[in-house]
């Protein structure tokens, strides 16, 4: 008889952040992401609560790829104990490498000021983890290729399938050698599309027995418009009234798509040449990782040795934060693009702050808002709402506000439909995470209906047997 595996969600399991999911096996424990909570206080707290197992005691983090909610507690695993290797591909070490340091920056900066100024409620203000522990954590990751079996142990091998999400994201297959037969888990991580102007879509599962799946708009549909007409209309009209265009947005793949689409409404003389600032250090970091992961690109033959067909004419980075604050000073018509991606920090603030006031300026929100965030509270609210709070201070709110949905980096339920649709066999098992529980209990009524298969929704610390 071959070894039992028994998986536990301990995050992700009613959310879509908090990634990390503990497969135990012949004696050994796994991780299949590390990923921080966002959102609110309240959630955001749980990652000061006490890691529900000893780190020292995993043997190994597979990583399906390198956003926040799924990378972002590893050094926090490592102060705690854990050294183990840290499995990955090529492109999510790149990318985890800027996500991390940036992230341990903040938070040693976000306790530094929070003891200076005394808004804490704490007297003595920690940062959730250290520049030092990111640097330590980042020498365990051991990169892999894609599409090649790996053994971690004499009864487990591993592999990574492009997934599409962003550059380096994967599927994390985990295969069990049975006396009898193989037996495969497949976690779906972010499941990506094949809509993306910049990356390759996911690639073909045709056989699993065990799909861990995630479900973050497990009940809705993207819109079907063009996303160059739906941006291109948005941004004529702001420039037409010599407005200041901010685009809260994603350091990682969602910068660098809009950088691309706005040089192709250009190109193609639907918008006017305008200065376009890319006001985000994470965003230009990931930008070269971009140029430098050819295996995740669809427009590598479009721009190779002619940047002046990815870029906007008048494209600018801003590189200090002297030039950022100036930029927020500088007249319209122009674009930013700038982090935090759901206004949860970084210079998007600065601008929001400077150009919400005015009525020419236009906010568009590119991606999925978590609830809690600021700017999940704009998004909803801005039609009603007057002012917005920024760094402790009320800012009237007249910017047109609007969300385009066509970028998001993840698969609507249809586009999950269809990629499940490829699987030759019925899986024994199919768990849902990664999804609030509406679209966790939309997306498994779908999937019943559509292929008589069942799905569970994720719980958490529940123990699922398998094999």
Sequence with gaps: MGHRATLQFLGAYAGVTGSKTLITTGGRKYLVDCGLFQGPAEVRQLNREPFPIEPVTIDAVFLTHAHL???GYLPCLYRQGFRGPIYCTEGTLALAEIILMDSAYLEEETADFAKKSGYSHHQNPEPLFTIRDAEAVLKLFRPKPREEWLAISPKLSLRFVRSGHIIGSSFVQLMFDQEQKSQVIT??????????????????????????????YGDRLHPQQDVLQVLGQALSRAIARQGVVVIPAF???RSQELVYLIGQLERSGVIPSVPVFLDSPMS??????????????TVRSSFRGDPDSFFPQKFEVIESSDHSMMATMMDGPSIVISASGMLSGGRVLHHLKRRLPD?????????????????RFLQDNSGTLKTLRIHHQET??????????????????????EWLGAIENKPTQILL????????KALAL????????????????QSWEFF
């Design 359 to 375: 009525e020419r300026n236009m906010v568009i929100f590119t991606g999925y808002q978590a609830e809690g965030t600021k700017g």
């Design 284 to 297: 230009q970091k990931a930008l070269a990782v971009f140029f430098a992961r050819e295996e995740d690109q």
């Design 396 to 417: 009237e709110i007249a910017a047109e506000v609007l969300t385009v949905e066509h970028l998001s980096s993840h698969a609507d339920y249809q586009e999950i439909l």
């Design 251 to 253: 350091a990682v793949g």
């Design 69 to 71: 909610d799924h990378v």
């Design 187 to 216: 976690f779906s991580g972010d499941l990506g599309h094949h809509r993306s102007a910049i990356l390759k879509g996911p690639e073909i599962i045709r056989q699993t027995d065990v799909l861990v799946m995630e479900s973050t």
């Design 446 to 461: 779908s999937i019943h209906e559509k292929f008589g298969w069942s799905a569970t929704a994720a719980s958490e610390r």
């Design 433 to 440: 995470n990664h999804g609030n529980p509406v679209a966790q």
